[in-house]
Nanobody, 127 residues
Framework: QVQLVESGGGLVQAGDSLRLSCAAS????????MGWFRQAPGKEREFVAA????????GYADSVKGRFTISRDNAKNAVYLQMNSLKPEDTAVYYC????????????????????WGQGTQVTVSS
């Protein structure tokens, strides 16, 4: 099992940057593919970004491609989401998620595939 705790959210203005962190506890963090998702008020939770176990493969939602960067540090049991050029429509609660996988470059982008979730961190972007 793995426990996930997100941090780094806050209130920023449009065009600003934020870096979200997700700290994972438990052994074998490097055995988990990781993802970031978000949920805006009144909307369903949606995929934002994913990263493979090795960190060598990443994927992004079209809405954040070119602005957000996902990364991980397996030595620190952490995954990050660097968010640049933030827009008001990025306002949401952001969640990190983990899924145990065999392949080192396997990406998991489907919400239902993830077994472990953090509690979320609020990101609010004002116009």
């Amino acid at each position: 099992q793995v426990q996930l705790v997100e941090s780094g959210g806050g209130l920023v203005q449009a065009g600003d940057s934020l870096r979200l962190s997700c700290a994972a506890s438990g052994r074998t963090f490097s055995s988990y593919a990781m993802g970031w998702f978000r949920q805006a008020p009144g909307k369903e939770r949606e995929f934002v970004a994913a990263i493979s176990r090795s960190g060598g493969n990443t994927g992004y939602a079209d809405s954040v491609k070119g602005r957000f960067t996902i990364s991980r540090d397996n030595a620190k049991n952490a995954v990050y989401l660097q968010m640049n050029s933030l827009k008001p429509e990025d306002t949401a609660v952001y969640y990190c998620a983990a899924e145990w996988v065999l392949g080192s470059d396997y990406l998991v982008q489907r919400i239902g595939a993830y077994d472990y979730w953090g509690q979320g961190t609020q990101v609010t972007v004002s116009s």
